[in-house]
DNA sequence: GAAGATTGACTGTTCAATCTTT
DNA sequence: AAAGATTGAACAGTCAATCTTC
């Protein structure tokens, strides 16, 4: 196995060191996530009535083409899975954010689409949003701090997708 | 860095800017979170048996002075409600791999203590968790870009808690 | 039979009410 | 009555099975 390993040994402390420095940037994006969504889930609903998850499907329909998207290319944006998407815009179309109608071309998907009472409620809700982003967020950071963090965590996105080899289970939790 | 706010108002340009920039750190936070975490937490399954909100909580036992917390100090620790800190533990003690012990100096609060067992299962659990976050987070990243990551984010952290200015609703969320 | 989507049953999380001890 | 913790009911999210259309 030294494909994968630099050609040079690394010493077992440059490894504890590194190991420690990942630990830290992971465990503090974990504490991040759990202290902030929940703040910010809460303060869209006191003050807009819109939940986290409606305001991320809103987000989505509102910049697309003609305020639609069918559900599969929806749930794609917003990393949802077919079941959740499927539930979400249910609930939204109870609301009267958002209409469901039939794709006339392939009669197996169907198009979310955005209505007016939904592209109003999504732009009162967005500068609320994006205040409370800089408040609980951005608001403890400098300009270098945003964009090394952006960064850094759009790497680990365009990443290919790691597959862990090994003879038990499948892994497409993703699937 | 005399201040933190400018000297001068910014600009609507710099505004815009500023915005854009602290949108995509979220977002991308956001959305790495979306996809690693629940691929560790499989991972962590399929090959130790724990799943990730058991060996939080069997890490912080680890970590403790003697190997034991009351149920609010671990709370607080993994950033956990009393009822999941207690629904969880529950769980762990059913497995055998935490127990209950009551406090003979308050006997409102009950201590959760690490089993032997439990430690054990730590012990094969951590370089597993270790290897994953190497492999799906941090094997992308430089050892500056993980530095800038955790000293950002926990600039995040050990801000004190915002509270939001205004007369409708609390906003108890954490309590 | 595969793709797009939905449904029912199950698991996990949260909210409000409760119990006990201080 | 306040602090620490737990419980039951409601809610959200996931997994497997299903339905329809291609």
């Known amino acids: 196995m030294s494909s994968t390993e630099p050609p040079v040994a690394r010493t077992d402390a440059a490894d ?17 996530h759990a202290a902030l969504v929940p703040s910010l ?3 869209l609903i006191r003050r807009t009535g819109l939940p986290l998850r409606w305001y991320d499907v809103l987000l989505e ?36 954010l958002v209409r469901k109608e039939s794709n006339p071309w392939d009669g197996r998907s169907s198009y979310a689409t ?4 939904g592209l109003v409620r999504y732009r009162a809700a967005a500068p ?10 951005a608001g403890s ?12 965590l759009s790497k680990v996105l ?14 497409d939790h993703n699937a």
Do not use: H, K
């Open 61 to 96: 329909l509102a910049a697309a083409p003609e305020r639609r998207l069918l559900m599969g290319e929806l749930g794609q944006r917003v990393v949802l899975s077919r079941t959740r998407v499927s539930r979400i815009v249910d609930e939204l179309a109870d609301a009267g």
């Open 16 to 32: 504890a060191e590194r190991r420690g420095l990942a630990v830290a940037a992971w465990a503090a994006l974990l504490q991040v």
């Open 41 to 43: 889930d809460q303060l």
């Open 141 to 152: 950071l400098t300009d270098a701090d945003l964009s090394a963090v952006a960064s850094a």
């Open 128 to 137: 609320v949003y994006l205040a409370g982003i800089e408040r609980e967020f």
């Open 114 to 117: 955005l209505t007016n009472e």
């Open 158 to 171: 365009n990443r290919p997708l790691q597959i862990e080899g090994g003879p038990e289970g499948s892994n």
